[in-house]
C-alpha cells in the first residue's frame, strides 16, 4: 500500500528553488532514509509533503485536510520545541489528539518502545536534548498513523538509543507501516533503511536499496566524500572517509 506519492512536485522559497519535479513515494513497510547536503531541501520536501509550505505539483497528504492528514501521517521536526512543562507521560498522550479517544495503550507501548518509563513523571521541559527527542519520537509512535516522518530524529543521541530507534522504525515497518527521516549518519542509514532517497541539486539523485545508491560516484556527487564499503553478517557497513574534489 502507498502512503505518500509526490509528482512532480517543485519547491521555491524566497523566489529561488529548492526542489524541482521530485518524484517519490513511500509504501508500507518501507524505512525510507532521505539524506543528501545541509541545505539540499530535506526538511523542505517533508514540509511540502505534508502541505505545511506551499509547493507546485502533487502530494497525497497535501490534499488532505488538517485531521485527516494527522491520522495519515505523524511529523516529528527538527526542531524540538516543547512548549510547556508537561510529563513525559501527557506529552506522549499528546499524540492521541487526533484520534480524539484517551486510549492508554498506545501511549504506553510508545513510552515502551522509547524506555521512557523511567521518566515518565519528569517534566519534558528538564529533559535532556536527547531525552527530548526520544519523547517526542515516542509522541509520534503514539500517533499510530500508517505513516511516520520524522526529520533528523536520531541526532543526538548517544549510539545505543540511536540503534534502538531504527529498529523501533524498522519494527512499525515491518508490522505494516511506513516511515520516512532524514539522517546525516550514512552509517545508519546504510544498515538500517530499507530505501534511500539521495537529494542533490534539487532534485532526486538516486532512489533505491542502500547498496545500491551509496555508490561511490554518487557519495562523491551528493556529499563530496569517499567511503569505506564491506558487506558484514551484520549488514553493509559504511565509513565516510575524506572528502574528494
Ligand atoms: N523559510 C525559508 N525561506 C527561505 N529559504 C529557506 C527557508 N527555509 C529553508 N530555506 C532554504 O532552503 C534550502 C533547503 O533548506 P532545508 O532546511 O530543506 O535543507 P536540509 O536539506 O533539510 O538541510 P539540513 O541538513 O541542514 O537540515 C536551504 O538553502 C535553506 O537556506
Avoid: Y
Avoid at 543528501?36 to 523542505?44: D, F
Avoid at 480524539?100 to 519534558?124: C, I, S, W
Amino acid at each position: 500500500m502507498t502512503l505518500l506519492t509526490l509528482t512532480q512536485m517543485s519547491v521555491n522559497l524566497r523566489g529561488r528553488s529548492v526542489l524541482t519535479d521530485v518524484n517519490l513515494t513511500v509504501s508500507a513497510g518501507e524505512v525510507v532514509g532521505l539524506i543528501g547536503r545541509n541545505g539540499v531541501g530535506k526538511t523542505t520536501l517533508m514540509r511540502a509533503a505534508l502541505g505545511l509550505i506551499p509547493a507546485s505539483g502533487h502530494s497525497s497528504l497535501a490534499d488532505m485536510s488538517a485531521n485527516a492528514r494527522a491520522r495519515a501521517a505523524a511529523w516529528m521536526p527538527q526542531t524540538r520545541e516543547i512548549a510547556w512543562p508537561v510529563s513525559v507521560a501527557d506529552l506522549v498522550a499528546l499524540g492521541r489528539l487526533p484520534h480524539d479517544d484517551n486510549a492508554q495503550a498506545p501511549v504506553e507501548a510508545a513510552l515502551a518502545h522509547m524506555a521512557l518509563g523511567p521518566l515518565r513523571n519528569r517534566r519534558a521541559t528538564n529533559l535532556s536534548g536527547g531525552e527530548q527527542a526520544r519523547a517526542l519520537i515516542a509522541r509520534a509512535l503514539a500517533q499510530e498513523t500508517p505513516l511516520l516522518m520524522a526529520d533528523e530524529p536520531i541526532s543526538g543521541l548517544d549510539p545505543a538509543h540511536q540503534i534502538a530507534t531504527m529498529e523501533v522504525f524498522a519494527g512499525i515497518a515491518a508490522a505494516g507501516r511506513g516511515v520516512m527521516l532524514t539522517l546525516h549518519d550514512i552509517g545508519l542509514a546504510a544498515r538500517h533503511c530499507t530505501r534511500l532517497v539521495i537529494l542533490s541539486d534539487g532534485g532526486v539523485l538516486a532512489d533505491g536499496p542502500p547498496g545500491e545508491v551509496l555508490t561511490p560516484a554518487n557519495l562523491a556527487q551528493a556529499f563530496g566524500i569517499s567511503a569505506f564499503h564491506a558487506d558484514s553478517p551484520d549488514g553493509p557497513v559504511f565509513q565516510p572517509l575524506r572528502r574528494v574534489t
